[in-house]
Structure formats: structure tokens, C-alpha cells
Nanobody, 120 residues
Framework: QVQLVESGGGLVQPGDSRRLSCTAS??????MGWFRQAPGKEREFVAA????????GYADSVQGRFTISKDNAKNTVFLQMNSLKPEDTAVYYC???????????????WGQGTQVTVSS
């Protein structure tokens, strides 16, 4: 059972930056992803990265503003979020799976989530 622990959420102003972290108890899957869920909306894909190699994937809504990266030695992935907008407000979840996919059902393990609120 892989355990995922997110951190880094909080209240930020529009235009600010924030970095989220997710540490996995083990690397038994090939891919780590970030999803988000706003109140009243479905959980949506944000970004994903493979533990081996440099392949990444991004949602159109965050392409160019968010960057996913990793530290294999620490079993940790990061989501650097720049130029944050109020519509980025959501609970951000870390997930582990075997392929870079946008559907939440493709990911086997999930963290508890961390709240990011973008407001002036």
C-alpha cells in the first residue's frame, strides 16, 4: 500500500506562486500525478510525471504556469504553481499510477489533499 502525503497548500493572492510537495512511502508505481477538485466540481487532472525519464503531461488550463518535477532520491514530486488565478482554488491531490492519464480512475493511490485558495 503506497502512502502519499501532500504539503504546501495555503492562501495566496492572485499572481502569486506556490509549490506543493508530495512524498510517497515507496515507488511501486511508474507515474505520479496531481489532480484538483473545486467545490461542486469533478476532480480534474493537473499534471503528471514518470519516475524514470523526463516525460510529463499537463492540463491545458495550467500549461505554461505550472511545472511538475521530482526528486527520486526522496520519493517526492513537486508542483510549482505560478501566476495563480482565483479559478485555481481547489483541493490538490497527489496520486500514483502506472501511466500518464487524465482520468482519476487510472490512478491507484491517493493522498489526502491540500487546500490551495487564491484570493485577494
Amino acid at each position: 500500500q503506497v502512502q502519499l502525503v501532500e504539503s504546501g497548500g495555503g492562501l495566496v493572492q492572485p499572481g502569486d506562486s506556490r509549490r506543493l510537495s508530495c512524498t510517497a512511502s515507496e515507488r511501486s508505481t511508474d507515474v505520479m500525478g496531481w489532480f484538483r477538485q473545486a467545490p461542486g466540481k469533478e476532480r480534474e487532472f493537473v499534471a503528471a510525471i514518470r519516475w524514470i525519464g523526463a516525460r510529463t503531461g499537463y492540463a491545458d488550463s495550467v500549461q505554461g504556469r505550472f511545472t511538475i518535477s521530482k526528486d527520486n532520491a526522496k520519493n517526492t514530486v513537486f508542483l510549482q504553481m505560478n501566476s495563480l488565478k482565483p479559478e485555481d482554488t481547489a483541493v490538490y491531490y497527489c496520486a500514483a499510477g502506472d501511466f500518464i492519464r487524465v482520468a482519476p480512475k487510472e490512478y491507484e493511490y491517493w493522498g489526502q489533499g491540500t487546500q490551495v485558495t487564491v484570493s485577494s
